[in-house]
Nanobody, 117 residues
Framework: QVRLVESGGGLVQPGGSLRLSCTAS????????MSWVRQAPGNGPEWVSH????????RYADFVKGRFTISRDNAKNTLYMQMNVLKPDDTALYFC??????????RGQGTQVTVSS
């Protein structure tokens, strides 16, 4: 069964950090680009970042450049997102999605990130 499970979300103060994880199973993880997508209440989904199959190439949305870092460990079938200097506008449900543009059907249930003082 193809599955993606996110973890690592939580409540953090502005300026703080979180590290999200996404564990994959049921498919050859290392063969696929992977993305992070987020969705805030009342808004549509926003693509945040993607990483290529071997982790050597990454891309970011302008609103997270310099603050978020995507990475992967293919031996552990796990995708990561290190999020630093978090802002209240980063509050959202964060999903990992198979594929480069975040629109694919294979995605997890999400992990909630709330940035608030």
């Amino acid at each position: 069964q193809v599955r993606l499970v996110e973890s690592g979300g939580g409540l953090v103060q502005p300026g703080g950090s979180l590290r999200l994880s996404c564990t994959a199973s049921g498919f050859p993880f290392g063969f696929y680009y992977m993305s992070w997508v987020r969705q805030a209440p009342g808004n549509g989904p926003e693509w945040v970042s993607h990483i290529n199959t071997d982790g050597g190439s990454t891309r970011y949305a302008d609103f997270v450049k310099g603050r978020f870092t995507i990475s992967r460990d293919n031996a552990k079938n796990t995708l990561y997102m290190q999020m630093n200097v978090l802002k209240p506008d980063d509050t959202a449900l964060y999903f990992c999605v198979r594929g480069p543009d975040g629109s694919g059907p294979v995605r997890g249930q999400g992990t909630q990130v709330t940035v608030s003082s």
